[in-house]
């Protein structure tokens, strides 16, 4: 009998514990869910006679101690800040870690002590990082096996709403955490392209966008995330002459996203006096230069050079960002504003269902010919619950899992799922379940 220890009961999570139930029949296994959330626990385990609920506050050591020191695995699905605290307890009871975070540097220095003791601690197997880094890394092989000569390689992925429940002016609805798409991008974007480094400020990254079009879906739009070029040695592409990732949304975001962005109100570095006596249309207000008669919306067509019956306005009137009603927060940062005013208008309604797709677009030489190849992922949420977000991140992460307790991965250390000892098994599982690359060749 194997023991697995999962910290952690949000969103995601629900698809991880509803495989590894799944399959614990077959293979004697024993799953621990621990939370804060007691109540979370048992909604996610729904009674499974190989699932036990504990209440947890993960910084009570003593109990962290005891339910890592009686697993076999432990997976955290806690917030990234809190992994390096559950590794070293792992690595104190000698126990398998595996994650759906990027590695932070606190855990790229646990490497060589997991590796003394036997230990694989993976991460980065969910959707990206995960699924992203997994089926390129399928498309990398290959294509050198060939030996074909990688000149490009763009990534773009995006968690959206999907079509037929798309319903609103900004063709976007909240799948994932708000504040994160609020914080998107800030710092400095930096990528390659030709053979020559790019970097693109926050002020000007929603200007400087790619389109995509992925068949059965139209047309998209990326943005660029904030570090490319590290992902050159990742993949084994050091000698690369573009190397881009980004964040996909549909044609039009951006531009209007872009208001917000020169206006100030993503920042998070300061509150906002008063803020919770302030309404919305104070708020934007206060960004805007001081006029005695001009309207907010005239002072901000001017400010930003946006014609008054421009579609962007319509966005953002639709949004209530000029509406005459409390904020209600008090001390607020402006990304804290702009977020809970999203919140009210971008939350995924009932019967709702969201959408992920990712696109990998590559060219390459080959015999003495040039080719762009792309590879396409879009899948749609079942329902609220099985939403695309919580299938993508949960089943590679609880593939993996089970890969390492019956042996298919065998590697020790701390790894992302990017050699084919990892990826393999997980990708042939995932194509198997519907998770499903398409892919078009075309020689240029």
């Known amino acids: 009998m194997k023991n697995i220890l999962i910290i952690g009961a949000g969103f995601s999570t629900r698809v991880l514990v509803e495989y590894l139930t799944k399959e614990s029949g077959k293979f004697d296994w024993k799953l621990v869910l621990a939370d804060m959330d007691f109540e979370a626990c048992k909604t996610l385990l729904n009674n499974h006679p190989n699932g036990t609920p504990v209440q947890l506050n993960v910084n009570d050591e003593a109990h962290l101690e005891e339910l890592v020191k009686n697993s076999d695995i432990v997976v955290s ?261 702009l977020q809970k005013l999203l919140e009210e208008k971008w939350t995924l309604e009932d019967g709702d269902r969201d959408m992920i797709v990712m696109q990998h677009i590559f060219e390459y030489a080959l015999n003495n010919k040039k080719y762009r190849l792309y590879s396409s992922l879009a899948i749609e949420g079942k329902d609220s619950y099985h939403t695309a977000m919580a299938i993508t991140v949960g089943t590679p992460l609880a593939i993996g899992v089970k890969s390492i307790l019956t042996g298919k991965i065998k590697v020790k250390g701390v790894h992302i799922p990017v050699i084919p000892e990892i990826y393999e098994p997980v990708m042939n599982e995932l194509k198997g379940l519907g998770i499903n690359f398409v892919e078009k060749i075309e020689e240029i």
């Open 77 to 337: 699905m806690l917030p990234a800040r809190f992994h390096p605290i559950v590794a070293k307890k792992c690595l104190k009871y000698s126990k398998n870690l595996a994650t759906a975070s990027y590695v932070s540097p606190e855990m790229a220095k646990m490497n060589d002590e997991a590796k003394a003791k036997g230990l694989i601690f993976l991460n980065e197997i969910g959707l990206d990082p995960g699924i992203d880094h997994m089926s390129a890394m399928e498309i990398i092989n290959r294509l050198e096996n060939e030996n074909a000569e990688i000149t490009s390689f763009k990534s773009f992925t995006g968690g959206l709403v999907a079509p037929k429940y798309d319903n609103n002016p900004w063709n976007y609805k909240f799948t994932w955490n708000p504040r994160n798409v609020v914080l998107a991008g800030q710092g400095t974007a930096r990528f390659i392209k030709n053979g020559k480094y790019k970097y693109i400020p926050y002020n000007q990254l929603f200007k400087r966008i790619d389109k995509f079009y992925i068949d059965g879906y139209g047309e998209f739009e990326g943005y660029a995330n904030r570090d490319s070029l590290g992902y050159r040695k990742i993949y084994g592409l050091e000698n690369i002459q573009t190397m881009l990732r980004g964040t996909l949304r549909k044609t039009g975001f951006a531009e209007t996203w872009d208001i917000f962005v020169q206006l100030g109100i993503t920042d998070d570095t300061y509150t906002i006096e008063n803020s919770e006596n302030m309404t919305y249309r104070e708020f934007i207000n206060s960004f805007l230069p001081y006029h005695e008669t001009k309207s907010v919306e005239e002072k901000l067509s001017e400010y930003l050079n946006i014609p008054l019956n421009d579609y962007k306005l319509y966005r953002l009137r639709w949004l209530g960002i000029f509406d005459d009603k409390k904020i209600g927060l008090k001390n607020a940062t402006p990304a804290q504003i």
